[in-house]
């Protein structure tokens, strides 16, 4: 709002006055208006003096102090009618006013318009007026807005940090798939709606409540969902916005927050990113941040300043509770957790019902098919996927979505933009069998997920693609599973280096490389799936730069380190020879798809284990599928 009324004054004022001066221009200009009341023909000087020696002028009106004319006179041209003309005199002739008295032709003056005069004067003053007024009232403006100039003037007191929404409008039907987190904070719009029922027996009601989950599983939806069931006002900030350059704003900024919540009570304050402020004090890199650690006391103290029956109930969101400080999480602040996990295979169909209301779908379009692609999107993902099968329909000018779409948006969403594909060359047929060596050894392993498509069409940064369905939502992975994952990621460079030899490898298998070392070091340090035996010796994440302490890494001697190496360097040995040996041993098959593959760029799983069951036996598959 604030910006577009900016531009929009910004442009508006300028064009204004431009407007303005055409429009006198047009209308106060004394030649125009004689133009108004005549014919917009023109006559030389030459031709009326012509015209007056030949007596054939009968009126004659002045304007613009005699240097305009309209001349009424018998055109020989036409039958001798009377015509009127406009004619342009060479300024003061006394002469010819003289001449004209003698030659009997009527003869008017008319003043030039005063008013154009004034006009022209206020005209004048009008520009320099608007723009030092605008000009002002920009610099007013600004004043209020973040980062203007006038913020270092009045720092103390933030403004419009936070937002405000009367009603947010969102109710929980339109969130899904969390169905648990739901249910608790059900018990939350209870709060609101009815303190009296808890406070009649004594309860406290909680003031804190805290969602934890990854980003785009719906926490911000789920707070503004409260707000609006509960009729509420929703006010909200994110925790970064606290944290500023001058040492008290952040603090401020939350003196603010709640006094104007406190005022609107009952409502909701919802912390986006509570991490940013709520972090460890005292942690991270190069000691505290004073201005952080001021901000999460002053919100502290303000948590505790109220009562728990004001009405006012705090939402927070993060994504790494593990970083925030322990006072926020004691009782009677935040005590209340509701996890916000991604959704599974059901979760992910309603949040599809959801989207799909607003939208138009062909009959053929099943949410379920969609929702079993899908693992380990989140609802943003989700709603951004049936978004983007929705602009692709528009694109295609049809009436109605159909899969179509969606299998190309499913795959935009999650491999990036389509690029346009290579002309056949020695590199495309490289990549060509980088592709056919993934989808080969994870068809020919067991315990990998089997091949959707094959495809060079370039992606995002890949240049091909070997898609695998996946298997639904595993909870739990087994050692077999990971190395028939480690051995398919390896089967790109294994055909590279089975076909052209160990000199023309490329950097293509980069990517695999990461996931395959990753993998393989994860089942050696957390899995224990190694001869090191069943030690954690590595926490899942290392939390280096935010919050926790980073000294005490290494829970393992050097001796320990080096085993470590040696266990995931055989493991990915293991793999390698693996994915190596089923490349080689079904060259012919390998030759073939690549040839079939370059001819039609994209081959789909079907075709690809039908060509390859001719060659050799497929072994079968067993996918988990969930009921839904
Ligand atoms: P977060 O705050 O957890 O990062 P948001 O609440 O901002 O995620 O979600 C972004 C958008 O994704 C929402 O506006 C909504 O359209 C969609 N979305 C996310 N989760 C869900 C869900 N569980 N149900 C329906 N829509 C969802
Ligand atoms: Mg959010
Ligand atoms: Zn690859």
Known sequence: MKLSWRVVLLWALPILVIGFFLWQGAFSSPAADAGRNTASTRMTYGRFLDYLDAGRVM???????????????????IDNRVQRWRVDLPGNTPDLITRLKDSNVSLDSHPPRNDGALWGVLGNLLFPILLIGGLFFLFRRSSNVPGGPGQAMNFGKSKARFMMEAKTGVVFDDVAGIEEAKEELQEVVTFLKKPERFTAVGARIPKGVLLVGPPGTGKT?????????????FFSISGSEFVEMFVGVGASRVRDLFKKAKENAPCIIFIDEIDAVGRQRGAGIGGGNDEREQTLNQLLTEMDGFEGNTGIIIIAATNRVDVLDSALLRPGRFDRQI?????DVKGRLDILKVHARNKKLADEVSLEAIARRTPGFTGADLANLLNEAAILTARRRKDAITMGEIDAAVDRVIAGMEGTPLVDSKSKRLIAYHEVGHAIVGTLLKHHDPVQKVTLIPRGQAQGLTWFTPSEDQMLISRAQLMARISGALGGRAAEDVIFGDAEVTTGAGNDLQQVTSMARQM????????????????????????????????????????????????????????????????????????????????DGDE?????????????????????
């Open 608 to 628: 690809f284990r039908q060509i390859v069951s001719e060659y050799t036996s497929v072994p079968e598959k067993e996918q988990l599928v969930t009921q839904i």
């Open 221 to 233: 939806l789920l707070a503004k969902a409260i707000a609006g069931e509960a009729g509420v006002p």
């Open 59 to 77: 009126a004659v009106d002045l304007y613009d102090g005699g240097r305009t004319a309209i001349v009424e006179a018998v055109d020989p041209q």
């Open 339 to 343: 996890m916000v996990d991604p959704p």
């Open 524 to 603: 050696v340090t957390r899995f224990g799936m190694s001869d090191l035996g069943p030690l954690s010796l590595e926490s899942s994440q290392g939390e280096v730069f935010l919050g926790r302490d980073w000294l005490n890494r290494s829970e393992y001697s050097e001796e320990i380190a080096s085993r470590i190496d040696g266990q995931v360097r055989s493991i990915v040995d293991h793999c390698y020879n693996e994915a190596k040996r089923l490349v080689s041993e079904n060259r012919d098959a390998v030759d073939r798809l690549v040839d079939l593959l370059i001819e039609k760029e994209t081959i």
